[in-house]
């Protein structure tokens, strides 16, 4: 029995490379008559001391929510008239595992993501949310990388 596509959840971090994934995510809904659901997730900074722990005010926390919610429904405004229908969705977590809920929540076909592709310390120190979205996905993952989108 054939596959088709017609749910795509793309994860989006507001990078440079953020564009250039939601660009290449759009064209393949348009290809596939299929649906896009942009998802950004954000945690609040809690620093850990030997004292205690310090956890961002809620004022901080709302004014986070509130950016990113605004920079979430701009990359779906920059995106209108695509031929693409496009939903948006904002979560307070860890991103890999964020992307993962909404992608069953929306019974996605399909999860694109972009890498930077760090390797090494940088890689270590600060992790891969591709990396942990594709080993944790129940689904495919598309993912688009930096380098080979890299512009002369």
């Not at 205690?52 to 920059?78: C, F, N």
């Not at 120190?125 to 944790?136: D, F, V, Y």
Request: net charge neutral; charged share 20%; aromatic share 4%.
């Amino acid at each position: 029995m054939p596959t088709t596509i017609q749910r795509i959840v793309v994860a989006t971090d507001f990078s440079d490379l953020c564009e250039t994934v939601v660009d290449q995510a759009l064209d393949l809904a348009k290809q596939l008559g299929a649906s896009v659901t942009l998802v950004h997730s954000y945690e609040i900074p809690i620093y850990g001391f030997p004292e205690g722990v310090l956890v961002a005010p809620p004022d901080v926390a709302s004014r986070i929510q509130t950016a990113a919610q605004a920079e979430l429904e701009a990359i779906a405004k920059r995106s209108e008239g695509r031929g693409v229908k496009i939903a948006v969705v904002l979560r307070m977590g860890a991103a890999w595992d964020e992307v993962n809920a909404v992608a069953e929540e929306t019974k996605a076909d399909v999860i694109v993501v972009g890498t930077h592709g760090r390797r090494g310390f940088s890689r270590l120190m600060l992790g891969s949310t591709a990396e942990r979205i594709l080993r944790t996905a129940n689904r495919p993952v598309y993912i688009v990388h930096a380098a080979a989108t890299a512009k002369a």
